[in-house]
């Protein structure tokens, strides 16, 4: 959130309780009142060329299709990192892993679902907070770019 006011990107917080556990998107969209197309889930995977690391972000009732991920990132094959890497590559733990504020700006694609929602909610960096924001705001933010990634 603060990297969101620091680029003066609007955003509206929302928090659920979640006993210092991963909660999946799902039930995080059920416990903050969002609907469940709205909430999108933030996904690391490792590339098969230069690039290490690629991030996705789809809607939480979606399965990444990695095809159509390796496509939109121009990489033969793209594979998911395990979760025990997770907060060494990002700077976050599983569950709370934000497309904002990364140790490092990996390129970013979010599902083309998203481009025609007013608004999407992602974790906000930690288990029990997510951030509503407009698609564009985001992508901005991120670098991201659009692309059809999911079964």
Do not use: N, W
Not at 4 to 33: C, N, S
Not at 121 to 146: H, K, N, T, Y
Request: positive net charge; glycine residues 12%; hydrophobic residues 40%.
């Amino acid at each position: 959130m603060r990297l969101l006011d620091q680029a003066k990107i609007p955003y509206t917080p929302h928090f659920y309780p979640h006993e210092g556990k991963p909660v999946d998107g799902e039930t995080v969209a059920r416990l903050t009142g969002l609907p469940p197309e709205t909430v999108f889930k933030t996904l690391v995977t490792r590339g098969s060329g230069p690039v290490r690391f690629f991030i996705f972000v789809i809607p939480v009732g979606k399965e990444l299709d990695l095809k159509a991920a390796a496509r939109a990132a121009g990489e033969k094959a793209v594979s998911m990192v395990h979760a025990a890497e997770l907060t060494h590559i990002t700077g976050y733990v599983r569950g709370g892993c934000s497309p904002v504020g990364m140790k490092k700006l990996y390129p970013t694609y979010i599902d083309l679902s998203a481009q025609g929602m007013r608004t999407i909610a992602v974790s906000a960096g930690r288990i029990g907070a997510q951030v509503e924001l407009a698609p564009g705001d985001l992508a901005r933010c991120v670098g991201g770019v659009f692309a059809p990634l999911t079964l």
